[in-house]
């Protein structure tokens, strides 16, 4: 995992990987030692570091915000109080602004989206190698510590949100309604032989909007973290260029990881922001 033991196509590959468990080629169960096994494991496999990092950061979220709720007091806030008070007043007056209807799961949703992807995200500015370094030093052959550079997580946080906007869509309109937006939206007509005309466009266009919806959240996550780590796995790879470039790496390193911190905020802001409009819409009788 060095620039002596590895070329700079091999030392990217390999930061690119996954630590994956799945059917090995002699037909047991285990995990990857190499890429070629890792091709071979097929749609079924799991990604045990991405699992463990996103559980693992999701409990870290949930007890730090838990302990600001127990050491709560009405006097002077301490500073993690005053923090997470911000946070959540910031979340609220979002949804305030976004959701015009009436669901108590929608603020705790957006908080825990928000922080949730807020802590994968910032996994990025880790340094690209010690971690891996430590793990391959322990044995394990791969191992990516941002969760949101794996479309897994992306999509499954989307396919989650896309199932709210389909069970609120059909509880708050019925089943009746929520067809009928499909079908009459948006060429409408007042007759029903010209309803019947539209019916395949309209639920042709209704039908692509609605998919895109959760396709939408999950590769522009995917997208722009997926990036942001490509960006610093080059800059690595830059400092084994000679004298020449690695003065220079160190600056584009540090300019880079600045201007990231801006991209994880804000694409956590952006997935967060969405759902809500997103379930808004889903509340309201037309869109």
Do not use: C
């Not at 045990?48 to 950061?57: A, C, E, R, Y």
């Amino acid at each position: 995992m060095t620039g002596e033991t590895l070329t700079s196509s091999e030392y990217i590959k390999h930061h690119l990987q996954n630590l994956t468990f799945g059917r090995l080629p002699d037909g047991a169960w285990g995990v990857a030692a190499n890429h070629e096994e890792v091709q071979q494991m097929g749609f079924w496999a799991v990604h045990l570091d991405t699992l463990g990092f996103s559980l693992g950061l999701g409990l870290v979220f949930l007890f730090l915000f838990r302990l600001a709720a127990k050491r709560a007091t009405a006097g002077v806030p301490g500073g993690w109080q005053n923090f997470v008070e911000w946070v959540v007043e910031f979340i609220d007056g979002t949804v305030r602004g976004s959701f015009s209807g009436r669901n108590p799961l929608v603020a705790p949703l957006a908080l825990t989206i928000f922080v949730w992807i807020f802590l994968m995200n910032f996994m990025d500015l880790m340094s690209i190698d010690h971690v891996p370094q430590a793990a391959h030093a322990a044995g394990v052959p791969f191992l990516k510590v941002v969760p949101t550079t794996d479309p897994n997580v992306t999509f499954g946080m989307a396919l989650a949100v896309f199932a709210l906007i389909l069970f609120y869509s059909v509880k708050i309109k019925g089943l009746g309604g929520f067809l009928g937006e499909l079908t009459m939206q948006p060429f409408q007509a007042k007759s029903w032989p010209m309803r019947l005309v539209f019916l395949l466009p309209n639920l042709f266009l209704e039908t692509v909007n609605l998919i895109a919806k959760p396709i939408s959240l999950a590769l522009r996550l995917f997208g722009n973290m997926y990036a942001g780590e490509m960006i610093f796995i080059l800059i690595a790879v830059m400092y084994g260029a000679g004298w020449l470039l690695g003065p220079f790496a160190g600056l584009l390193q540090l300019g880079w990881a600045i201007f990231h911190i801006l991209i994880i905020t804000l694409q956590a802001f952006i997935f967060m922001v969405l759902t809500v409009v997103y379930l808004d819409m889903a509340h309201q009788e037309h869109h």
